[in-house]
């Protein structure tokens, strides 16, 4: 039987900031994979409780594993992935064991939205005789530690365990949630340590990959009287405790109806992006480790909400951000714990305003209602921000004379191409960058709507701008100009963010011919099956594979790897200038979109991953699950009417591929 990729991932998102995550193979290759990894401040202050497990069923010829780890030095063990027959996403993670003839064992595993709870559940698909038993026994693994580091044995790890009827409670450190264990088992306390697992993801990362956890027993169940069904959640004193049976059913109708109310995997996809913060929403900017960033915040919610009809939640998601503006500027992060956040991006604020224009316009066409007050609040904050990006702000960002936007300081990355090598910024991209500008361009005539002062600012800056950033020699736009603050000096490297200016935010900066350049230029050199190239291949400094340690792959990250996420603005610009018929409209979908349908199966199941190789096969890369990759995917298809049943089939097919290498 085939041995099923532990490169593919799936993702169950709770809501709150916490997520249950694995591969297919169910072999851990990520510190991150867990079955109970809650954020005890949503959505931040994620922790590790349960790792994962070991399972095996037990007859009268003897014990099978359902389960394998990988151990030092690339040792697999137990041998349960050869046993997977079956795996389907939908409707949430299940698969199929073949234990032996006649005897098929289904697994599931989904997470209850809004209650942090994980539900495993485990059942005989084959009838059994009377007198056959098929006994469950299975394993935990804990840990109880930040979900960014890796866990070792220790002297005060703790595997003592409180019970009381069909629930046991493990705590291995103060100051760390509890976990409450719920389950129709015979629990027997057997604290061991399990030494040096390995994670091969965070192997190839160059980061630390071995890991011990603490197990404090077995679970067992007798699958021959029926489902075993195991209940994690961290502990909480005002969670009610249900009859176990009736609450895993309730959680599981609840969850399958709440699942199937949406139109498509994709839109389903979409909603584990969107999580409380407080009292309010933010968005996830993607799975395992980000958080919720601005930027990323504002491009990806034009899909996750506007797209798909969730105006009310993106509205109420800009209102709470725009409480946070500080001298103009929003912040761009929030770090893990209670720190300050950062504002350290001169786009964040631009894209902000981008939101709220896509917002404003929706409400005009009758798509949603914007009532008065929270536009006012809207449309106030829009002013803050021109206002504070005129006069000048931080890290040297203001409105220069030629009514461009100059930005930047040494040793600060503030676009989105802000990777940084130690102190030393990769792509600082100081002085006037061309996305910045087509988004401030794009800001001022959005605010001129209503607020005639900025029709002068508007003028000057467009009439710059097409004065000043067409490349002749290269039928394109500059990507930098006044460089390092230096008046005249360009940056000719040709990159994507020039998509920008000729209709990828829905306005063209430049006369037809020049837009119609600039995308035939961008098609050749920087158009891959899955987004555009972040440095076109016969640049000096091209990457074309994102692999190794942090710094190697930080040098990458803007050097010629692939991002999904610029497919949205490609085609929206493409269609600018090619037209909107639906001969075009169908062309685009068959030429850019359905490539990138074809590998979302790559990575993060029914999701989109943040970036591939710049080079064929475009070898997915960074995070597996992220939100504008998807949000942008969601806004194009609707931009081209696609069919959205097609994103309904997305991770049911049956999985039996073979083990791919790792990335």
């Not at 151990?71 to 349960?80: A, E, K, L, N």
């Not at 929403?281 to 958080?291: D, Q």
């Not at 001022?444 to 508007?458: C, D, H, K, V």
């Not at 990159?495 to 990828?504: D, F, H, K, L, S």
């Amino acid at each position: 039987m085939n041995q099923v990729s532990d490169n593919l991932e799936w993702l169950e998102a709770d809501g709150l900031g916490g997520f249950a995550s694995g591969t297919v193979s169910g072999i851990r290759t990520r510190r991150y994979h867990a079955l109970l990894l809650p954020a005890t401040t949503p959505p931040t202050g994620r922790m590790v409780l349960v790792n994962g497990f070991d399972a095996w069923i037990e007859t009268t010829q003897g014990r099978v594993a359902l389960s394998s780890q990988r151990y030092v030095p690339d040792v697999i063990h137990p041998d349960g992935s050869t046993r997977i027959e079956q795996f389907r996403a939908e409707p949430w993670p299940t698969w199929t064991y073949a234990v032996a003839p006649g005897l098929r064992v289904q697994q599931e595993i989904f997470v209850a939205h809004g209650r942090g709870t994980v539900v495993i559940a485990w059942r005989l698909l084959d009838p059994r005789h009377d007198d056959e038993v098929a006994r469950l026994i299975v394993r935990p693994f804990l840990s109880g530690r930040d979900y960014h580091s890796t866990h070792h044995e220790n002297g005060i790890c703790r595997a003592a365990a409180g019970i009381d009827d069909d629930a046991v409670t493990w705590r291995p450190y103060d100051g760390v949630p509890a976990v409450v264990s719920r389950a129709n088992a015979h629990y027997a306390h057997a604290p061991q340590w399990y030494r040096r697992f390995q994670y091969t993801a965070e192997q190839a990362r160059g980061l630390d990959f071995v890991e011990d956890l603490m197990s404090p027993g077995e679970l067992t169940w007798d699958l021959s009287t029926g489902e075993a069904l195991w209940l994690l959640q961290a502990a909480s004193s005002d969670e009610p405790r249900a009859p176990l049976v009736e609450l895993t059913s309730e959680l599981r109708r609840t969850e399958r109806a709440r699942r199937s109310a949406f139109p498509s995997s994709l839109h389903r996809a979409a909603d584990a992006y969107l999580v409380r913060r407080g009292t309010g929403r933010t968005v996830m900017a993607g799975y395992p480790w980000f958080t919720d960033w601005g930027r990323d915040t504002f491009i990806a919610l034009r899909g996750l909400c506007f797209t798909t009809g969730r105006f009310d939640e993106g509205r109420d998601i800009l209102l709470e951000w725009a409480d946070l503006l500080s001298e103009g500027m929003l912040p761009n992060w929030f770090p893990d714990g209670n720190v300050e956040p950062e504002f350290n991006a001169v786009d964040a604020s631009l894209w902000f305003v981008i939101a709220v224009r896509d917002l404003c316009a929706a409400a005009d066409r009758g798509e949603t209602r914007l009532d008065p007050e929270p536009k006012t609040a809207l449309l106030r904050a829009v002013s803050c921000i021109l206002d504070g990006y005129t006069r000048g702000t931080r890290y040297g960002i203001h409105a220069d004379a030629d009514g461009l936007l100059a930005c930047g300081e040494r040793g600060a990355a503030l676009t989105w191409m802000d990777a940084r090598v130690g102190e030393r910024a990769i792509t600082p991209r100081i002085g006037k960058p061309v996305e910045v500008q087509a988004l401030w361009l794009c800001a001022l005539a959005f605010a001129a709507g209503w607020e005639s002062r900025w029709q002068a600012a508007y003028g000057r800056g467009h009439l710059a701008f097409n004065r000043r950033f067409w490349n002749d020699q290269r039928q394109c736009l500059y990507d930098v100009v006044d460089v390092d603050h230096q008046p005249g000096a360009v940056d000719a490297s040709l990159r994507p963010n020039q998509i920008y200016a000729v209709g990828g935010l829905g306005t063209a900066l430049v006369d037809a011919n020049r837009a119609r350049q600039v995308v035939q230029t961008v098609e050749a050199h920087l158009l891959t099956q899955v987004g555009l190239r972040s440095l076109a291949p016969d640049e000096p400094a091209y990457v074309a594979h994102y692999h190794g340690g942090p710094a190697e792959r930080d040098a990458a990250y803007h050097q010629g790897t692939t991002w999904p996420y610029l497919i949205g603005p490609f085609v929206e610009a493409w269609l600018a200038v090619h037209g909107h018929d639906d001969g075009r409209r169908q062309e685009a979908a068959d030429r850019f979109v359905r490539p990138l349908m074809d590998h979302l199966s790559d990575a993060g199941i029914g999701h989109v991953f943040e970036v591939a190789d710049g080079e064929a096969p475009f070898t997915p890369g960074g995070c597996p699950f992220q939100a504008w990759s998807l949000g942008e995917l969601l806004r194009v298809r609707r931009m081209l009417g696609l069919d959205e049943r097609h994103g309904a089939a997305l991770g049911a097919k049956r999985q039996t591929a073979p083990r791919s290498s790792q990335r």
